[in-house]
């Protein structure tokens, strides 16, 4: 039934301009009903003027009816109706659409992610929402041998207030409120003693306000204070984002959250 509410408030103007047609139409045929009533002289002559009247004055309430209903709706039922069902469905958007290679290792690089020279590995393009591309690099994968069991350095220890954040599960960096532009570094920390993946995810204007994976994968490595990844953020509009890592454990449960806001500002 909530759909059928939804089908109505959206499409009211458009029954509001046939229902005002028509009832425009059926009050000039009972008009003229009632000229052939007044004029008739002949029995066959006042049938047909009472049929034309009896026609006009049932599209008369039944225009009538409808207009009420939609008004109805309108003005009750709206009201009480949940928000998300009154705005236009947004896409999901599909990471997994996109064709992946294996993420890049950054081998040396991560031990050394202290050293602003090296060169970052990136990865194909991951896609957010309609015309929002952002390259994304992870941090380190399985296939990634050369890379130890815990990939640490680079980080200053910093842990946010608020936002979930804890000692296991942090971004030190950017700070919270930070405005960032360009290709942006995200350190920090993500560990479990079952630990099995992280995920950086982000949401704003250009996501439609949607959580949508940037970078992590089902194989990474922990992170302590280390080089969580990096995105070009350089084609989203403009605002303040917010930025979620989340640790998993081997089950898939969200063993940890860390969020803080960031504000783009792409001069």
Excluded: H, K
């Amino acid at each position: 039934m909530s759909q059928l509410y939804v089908a109505i408030i959206l499409w009211d103007i458009p029954i509001y301009f046939i229902c005002g047609v028509g009832l425009l139409f059926a009050l000039v045929q009972l008009g003229r009903a009632r000229r052939i009533l007044r004029t008739a002289m002949f029995g066959l002559e006042r049938e047909q003027g009472q049929a034309l009247r009896n026609r006009s004055l049932s599209f008369i309430g039944l225009f009538g009816l409808v207009l009420g209903a939609v008004l109805y709706v309108n003005l009750q039922i709206a009201p009480s109706l949940p928000a998300e069902l009154l705005r236009p469905p947004t896409p999901t958007p599909d990471l997994f659409a996109t064709p992946f290679s294996s993420p890049t290792p950054l081998g040396e690089q991560v031990n050394n992610a202290t050293r602003p020279s090296d060169p970052l590995q990136f990865a194909p393009t991951a896609t957010l929402g309609a015309n929002v591309a952002v390259p994304v690099v992870v941090a380190g994968t399985a296939e990634a041998t050369a890379t130890p069991s815990l990939i640490t350095g680079g980080g200053d220890g910093f842990i946010p207030a608020g936002g979930g954040c804890t000692p296991a599960v942090s971004i030190s960096q950017p700070r919270p409120g930070t405005a960032v532009l360009g290709t942006v570094e995200f350190y920090g920390t993500a560990t479990d003693p079952d630990f099995a993946q992280y995920l950086v995810e982000i949401r704003g204007e250009a996501t439609s306000n949607a959580w949508v994976n940037v970078f992590g994968s089902d194989t990474v490595i922990p992170v302590s204070n280390g080089l969580l990844g990096a995105i070009n953020l350089s084609s989203l509009t403009n605002g303040d984002y917010e930025a979620r890592l989340s640790v998993l454990d081997s089950a898939g449960t969200t063993t940890g959250q860390c969020v803080i806001t960031i504000a783009i500002n792409n001069e």
